[in-house]
């Protein structure tokens, strides 16, 4: 029987979209499979309550690659990125505050308020991150190289590989040697901890907290942890919405980004079914034949999954299919995760003590509120979670997307979005149940409170989504939101496991699309769009 279509994509996130549309570009006959009733991922908007319009899961955007925005033509299908002027607010408890943002010089005068010498040497640390960033960029965008001997068992390597592997790690050696004097900086921001270097480039507290938040985020780690130096990367890196670093709200909630992706897949031609949740990936001999869903099989030649490994390798495919070494490093992979995400409807804007007004909009309230300063703050955050308890004092990143896009919620009221650190999949006490998660949104609007005393009185409607949560709803094996942790023995060639960098998987015909993959977390595109291009290069 000659198969209904080239490529089923197993899950609708910006990764499988991405992946689609690529495909269907060149004429690939392309099915989106997806298990919600919405397209998206991680990447949605939904209308939790009447009149309310939240994302969800994922709240801002900038590492989405330019050339996906350009080649999908987005901004016609509706895509609108909102920047946030200044970028980040911190209340401390001495009642003083700092703001960053793009304006240079607001931003030296915020800085000196606490330490002339961090504002002398903020510029020169950013451009540091800026050229490393600059750099590496291009590598996130090819295909990792396969650089380490492979028991001849688990592939056969061709010389076309081995020429683009050479091709590419050749590519990575220029891209590292054009750093020239910042080499050493390179190095350990992609292998080091946060803390020491940013004990060497500033003294303020406040300051190095507010940038250390950045390195834990969606992390098990604490900031002196080797490998949370490389997310310091993250907030420089990415430009979505025209300007580098400067993460954005999308108009219209996260899911304004899914939609529009979903609106160029179905222009060039791919269907797109939702409430399809896959039940198992066909396999015949060694070569993927199609799905089934619903009881129903749909054959394909080719399998794309943008879910993570575990629930690739483990849940959708048959016993015995895999070599034996390759599903023991599957079942390696690490999935900590202690990050939780709660969703509020409020009738007033924060009125902060260190910064009053709530009456209308100031920059206070437009970019990510670090609720919890201090270095140390942040480390005892973890020493809770280490040993398997809630953070007493949880670290909470609070964004108002409603401060500049007022079609989320009614005239007045606004959504506020807390990221949460540090709540662990894995409980010392137990598993997670509805008091725990009452807990842990207690000790959240407790610490918000400290800075902003009105919250917990305007709150109308909460939702809240432990680890537990987000495994179960958007299918993150353990809640963690890069699809696998990403310290460096799980990144670039070693992603998901060494070895199978390149998007193939032992069985013919089955690829990853997904984060699972290279280069691995955010909403960025590049693994949906590097796996359709070695699909492409297998041939149709």
């Not at 993460?247 to 079914?273: H, S």
């Not at 895999?322 to 009738?347: C, H, M, T, W």
Request: aromatic residues 6%; proline residues 6%; hydrophobic residues 40%.
């Amino acid at each position: 029987m000659t198969p209904a279509y080239d490529c089923v994509i197993i899950g609708g996130g910006h990764n499988g979209l991405v992946c689609a549309s690529d495909l269907a570009a060149a004429g690939w006959r392309i099915l989106v499979l997806e298990s919600r009733h919405l397209v998206g991922g991680a990447c949605v908007t939904e209308e939790l309550w009447p009149g309310y319009r939240v994302s969800t899961a994922s709240y801002v955007v900038s590492l989405l690659l330019p050339e996906i925005e350009e080649d999908l033509q987005l901004a016609r299908h509706g895509y609108r990125v909102l920047p946030r002027t200044p970028s980040s607010f911190t209340p401390t408890e001495d009642g003083r505050f700092l703001l960053l943002g793009p304006d240079a010089e607001a931003t030296r005068r915020e800085i000196s308020k606490f330490s002339e010498a961090d504002a002398q040497a903020y510029p020169r640390y950013e451009a540091l991150l800026e050229r490393v960033a600059e750099r590496l960029e291009p590598v996130l965008s090819r295909t990792a190289p396969d650089i380490l001997p492979l028991p001849r068992a688990w592939r056969s390597r061709g010389l076309g590989k081995r020429l683009r592997d050479t091709k590419t790690t050749w590519s990575l050696y220029k891209a590292l040697s054009r750093l020239e004097e910042d080499l050493p900086e390179a190095i350990e921001l992609l292998t080091g901890a946060a803390r020491p270097i940013l004990d060497r480039w500033f003294d303020s507290d406040v300051l190095k907290s507010t940038l250390a938040t950045d390195a834990i985020i969606g992390t098990f780690q604490p900031i002196s942890a080797p490998g949370t130096a490389y997310v310091l990367l993250h907030h420089v890196m990415g430009s979505s919405g025209g300007a580098r670093g400067v993460w954005g709200y999308v108009e219209g909630g996260m899911g304004g980004l899914a939609d529009a992706l979903a609106a160029a897949a179905i222009e060039r031609g791919v269907e797109i079914r939702t409430e399809s949740p896959v039940e198992r990936i066909e396999v015949e001999g060694d070569r993927v034949t199609g799905v089934v869903v619903g009881g129903q099989r749909i054959a394909a030649r080719r399998v794309a999954s943008s879910l993570d490994a575990h629930q690739t390798f483990r849940r959708l495919l048959p016993d015995d299919t895999l070599p034996e070494g390759f599903q023991r490093a599957v079942d390696r992979i690490d999935y900590s995760s202690a990050s939780a995400k709660i969703n509020l409807a409020v009738s007033e804007l924060p009125d902060f003590l260190c910064c009053p007004g709530h009456d209308s909009v100031g920059p206070q309230h437009r970019g990510t509120i670090h609720i919890g300063t201090g270095c140390e703050y942040l480390e005892s955050a973890f020493d809770d979670a280490r040993q398997g308890r809630l953070s007493s004092r949880p670290i909470v990143e609070m964004t108002i997307p409603t401060s500049v896009d007022s079609t989320l919620a009614p005239p007045g009221h606004h959504i506020l979005s807390l990221f949460v650190q540090y709540a662990p999949y894995h409980l010392a006490g137990g598993a997670w149940d509805e008091s725990t998660k009452r807990t842990l949104y207690e000790r959240c609007l407790a610490e918000i409170a400290r800075h902003a005393p009105n919250v917990p009185d305007s709150i109308l409607h909460h939702q809240i989504l432990s680890p537990v949560d987000l495994e179960h709803t958007f299918g993150l094996t353990g809640g963690n939101i890069f699809q696998g942790a990403m310290p460096l023995h799980q990144l670039f060639n070693l992603r998901p496991v060494a070895g199978w960098s390149d998007y193939r998987t032992p069985v013919n015909g089955l690829y990853l699309c997904g984060s699972a993959a290279h280069p691995g977390g955010g909403v960025m595109g590049a693994c949906g769009r590097n796996a359709a291009r070695e699909m492409q290069r297998d041939g149709r």
